[in-house]
């Protein structure tokens, strides 16, 4: 009898231990991410449209819920706007893992007299990755918007993103760290033919006058650019060998790009996907 007793205690015990694991009413599983500096680009009826890099962004993310929340501080939408801080929260999260997802978002106010729609984007923790791509309607009047961190890369065929820094597969990095006076497209590892040698990294800079926004990212052109060479940790300038006919674009909403021009006497022609 008492067997059964000691037996039936241990039993109820283990049930209540049980519930207590299955109760949890506040579970916590977060990430957090922060961004120094973000470009804000948003096109024009006329002209290039407005590009400012004055922006920082926090993103919060509950794995849990798989909603976050995004801040971005002084955030401008043209030169006359005041600086301010846009709160989009509850945004929907497609997760990959606990560091790579997708924002969604549609009918939010991050500040008074001011609505988000068509909110699209991914980050990537590991990789410094967050852009998106939305529609804002205000008072002032309704706008569409680009939002991402400098560095727009492509990506890579192999399975791990990671590896960048080691790999031999060409990629390309269009960087907006100096969109004030320019945008460094960056290919590495390009070999043009099979008789040249593969060249470590190629940086074509494009003068902002041949930027222009569009709706979903950028068409960027330019004529008689000299290029520059890596070779070793040393760049090189090659005037001889100047670029013509540039031009790309850059879809942030689909996330592709093109990009073609004439150099070293050939035509260069590519297309790929963006990070």
């Given at each position: 009898m008492s067997k059964k007793i000691i037996t039936l205690a241990l039993a109820g015990i283990a049930l209540l231990s049980l519930s207590a694991c299955g109760n949890d009413d506040d579970p916590t599983d977060t990430s957090e991410y922060s961004a120094t500096t973000l470009v804000v680009s948003v096109p024009a009826t006329e002209g290039n449209g407005f590009i400012d890099n004055g922006t920082s962004a926090k993103l919060f993310v509950d794995h849990y819920t798989n909603k976050a929340n995004l801040t971005l501080t002084n955030i401008t939408f043209n030169e006359r706007m005041p600086r301010v801080t846009f709160a989009l929260k509850n945004l929907r999260v497609s997760q990959s893992n606990r560091h790579v997802g997708i924002l969604m978002g549609e009918g939010i106010t991050p500040m008074e007299g001011y609505t988000v729609n068509d909110f699209v984007g991914p980050y990537n923790f590991n990789l410094d990755v967050l852009r998106a791509t939305c529609s804002i309607v205000s008072s002032r009047g309704?706008?569409?918007?680009?939002?991402?961190?400098?560095?727009?890369?492509?990506?890579?065929?192999?399975?791990d993103n990671d590896t960048y820094a080691s790999t031999t597969e060409r990629y390309y990095n269009f960087n907006f760290t100096n969109i004030a006076e320019r945008v460094d497209l960056e290919i590495y590892n390009i070999q043009f033919v099979e008789a040249m040698p593969k060249q470590k990294k190629l940086r074509i800079p494009l003068d902002k006058a041949g930027v222009v926004v569009t709706a979903n990212g950028y068409t960027i052109t330019g004529d008689n650019i000299v290029p520059y060479f890596t070779s070793g940790t040393t760049e090189v300038p090659m005037a001889e060998r100047t670029v013509n006919n540039f031009k790309a674009t850059l879809n942030l909403t689909a996330s592709t790009f093109t990009v073609e021009f004439d150099c070293f006497g050939l035509h260069w022609t590519d297309s790929g996907k963006l990070l």
């Open positions: 309704n706008m569409r918007a680009i939002i991402h961190t400098p560095l727009l890369r492509s990506t890579l065929t192999e399975k």
